[in-house]
């Protein structure tokens, strides 16, 4: 008796079944333990500081305006928003479009 052929299968030719992968070569050598070391230098922070800029004497000047009465906090994001995107959450709490 025959065995059943799926016609529908990857043809797999001898070629492509031959691994010559060089990895499967360094397989032996990669075997053993194998430990990684970090080169880091904890006096190196050169990377925390703005090249060439001193804010030390800088000051924020901000105007807040007051939140108006078409207008709510959502109690998720806590970003002010506009009375048409407010949505109630379970609990009764004020919540945006995005966040219901």
Known sequence: MTSASDYDARRVSD???QDKSPIRELAPTLQGSATAVVDEDPN???FFELPG???SGEELSV???PQRSDE???S???LVQHRSRLRSSNAGLSICADCA
């Open 15 to 17: 070629m492509e079944t």
């Open 44 to 46: 190196d922070v050169h």
């Open 53 to 55: 800029a001193d804010l």
């Open 63 to 65: 105007t807040v305006i």
């Open 72 to 74: 709510f906090t959502c």
């Open 76 to 78: 998720s994001c806590f």
